[in-house]
């Protein structure tokens, strides 16, 4: 089989999508992409959104970026053009979020198709899900599958990681860590609002479903016509993909991880403030709201790097006076406000989702536009994000600061080049042995190190250094 291109974007007309070949196309050659398309359902949409990309040609590259090949048309509800756009490629590069409803064919088709795949999800249940379908198919395969590879949740996972191996290169074992992140700047990607939409409508229709014994909160007439489609395409191909013993496998988190992971965030939010070391800045510190994301995630490669049974864990957001009464505030209104939203969802949940979405388009304070804007500049920076790890070893004779650095914020600037980054470490050969197929984490599949270097030909910057007295003050 000819592969033609080593990224396809899937997803390529979403926010996350556009940044990711913005990114290509003005940098795609600093991490050795040599070939790349974009990939949309609706291919006028994307022209639109990507018109400064689609319509470039090799007179008008940017230095040190790659002019894409011909956009590919893919839908997510049609299994055929999945596979027809994954055969081309050496990686696809999934985009295209709520994952738990346009996610699980784009693997099935990589899977079946032998192509390497990458995405940009937190959603960890549907992570799991996935892994128990086709982990095993993509293992005998040869195929690499690695989820939440961006914000969610490399920087997390990865800065662990480092201070766990200069722990052990100093013949220490690691005891706990944190991370803590700090960020300038942000964008909140339409797929992400519509993650959150989608949970509660889920939550809602499953207890419609459970009210009415099943007559009502089920799937919609458009969901029910794309798994017939689906069935047929799948009768068709011989369904290939045995997923007969999904019931037996573990997910990519596994029960003992996710078990440690529950305990540490319970931990965290318990956690009196600043209870916690002075070193990352100084100041008092909160639970980081990403930290039921990533907090199983670094469980996961825990395990599969050895660290020892009893590390802990936990993830904070240094903050400052004001913040703290903000954070006061928000306590106080929180409930207020859930005890009026809440019900508003359950009775009107489509009016509410078209609601926020048409909040979130029209982007009142202008950040939006201002990032999408540095974005199609030459991807030039869109604020930053810095997560610094701290972890002391179990003898208290050490403790490991790794500091990790991007000029773009989290959201879309530093989660498209993340998971581009990873796609090409993969197309490179760059994962370790075993972890080179199958669900893997990003960090399990190319070790500390090794994502490291992949993130650095991306402009990422980090630092690791060794202290003789632990900072920390565990108070609980």
């Known amino acids: 089989m000819v592969r033609d291109l080593d990224v396809v974007v899937f997803g390529a007309t979403g926010d996350t999508g556009v940044a990711s070949c913005d990114f290509l196309f003005y940098k795609g050659k600093s991490v050795g992409v040599r070939s790349w398309a974009p990939a949309a359902r609706n ?33 997510s509800n049609d299994l055929d053009s999945l596979v027809a756009m994954a055969q081309r490629a050496r990686v696809v590069v999934a985009c295209a979020g709520p994952f738990a409803r346009y996610g699980e064919n784009v693997i099935r088709a990589c899977v079946e198709a032998g192509t390497h795949y990458v995405d940009i999800t937190g959603e960890t249940p549907w992570v799991n ?12 395969k040869g195929v690499l599958l690695i989820s939440q590879a961006a914000y969610d949740s490399v920087p997390s996972d990865l800065t662990v990681a480092l201070a766990e191996s200069a722990l052990r290169t100093a013949g220490e074992e690691i005891a706990r860590a944190e991370t803590f992140h700090m960020i300038k700047g942000g ?26 014994f099943g007559l009502l909160g089920g799937p919609t007439t458009e969901e029910i016509a794309a798994r017939k489609r689906q069935k047929e395409q799948l009768r068709r191909r011989g369904n290939s993909i045995d997923r007969a013993a999904e019931k037996k496998r573990e997910g990519l988190v596994s029960r003992s991880a996710a078990s440690k992971a529950s305990t540490d965030v319970t931990r965290n939010f318990l956690s009196p403030l600043g209870a916690y070391s002075a070193q990352a800045g100084g100041q008092l ?24 049974k009893s590390f802990e864990y936990r993830e904070r957001i240094p903050v400052n006076f004001l913040s703290l009464l903000g954070t006061g505030l928000a306590l106080v209104l929180t409930p207020i406000a859930l005890a009026v939203v ?13 609601l926020a979405t048409k909040i979130r388009a029209a982007d009142l304070g202008g ?41 773009y914020e989290p959201g879309l600037g530093y989660t498209a080049l993340s998971a581009v980054a990873v796609g090409m470490a993969i197309v490179r050969g760059e994962a370790n042995g ?9 960090v399990g599949a190319f070790g500390p190190e090794g994502l490291r270097k992949a993130q650095e030909k991306a402009g990422v910057k980090f630092t690791v250094e060794l202290v003789n007295v632990s900072p920390f003050h565990w108070l609980m």
């Open 367 to 407: 950040n939006a536009a201002r990032i999408r804007a540095s974005l199609n500049d030459n991807f030039s920076s869109t604020g930053s994000m810095n997560v610094v790890a701290i972890a002391s070893s179990a003898s208290g004779a050490k403790t490991a600061r790794v500091s990790m650095h991007s000029g």
């Open 187 to 212: 964008g909140l990607p339409t797929g992400t609002l519509q993650t959150v939409i989608q949970g509660v409508l889920q939550a809602r229709n499953a207890a419609v479903s459970v009210l009415t």
């Open 342 to 354: 809440i019900p508003t969802i359950l009775v009107f949940p489509d009016s509410v989702a078209a």
């Open 434 to 442: 075993d972890r080179a197929k199958g669900f893997q984490t990003a």
């Open 129 to 140: 899900k996935m892994r128990k379908r086709y982990g095993e198919a993509a293992r005998k």
């Open 43 to 75: 291919l006028k949409k994307l022209g639109h959104v990507l018109a400064h990309v689609v319509g470039a040609d090799e007179s008008s590259a940017p230095k040190d970026g790659v002019v894409p090949s011909p956009a590919i048309q893919a839908d």
């Open 285 to 308: 510190s909160l639970p980081h709201f990403m930290t039921t994301v990533n907090t199983p995630i670094v469980h996961t490669t825990a395990e599969a790097l050895g660290y020892p």
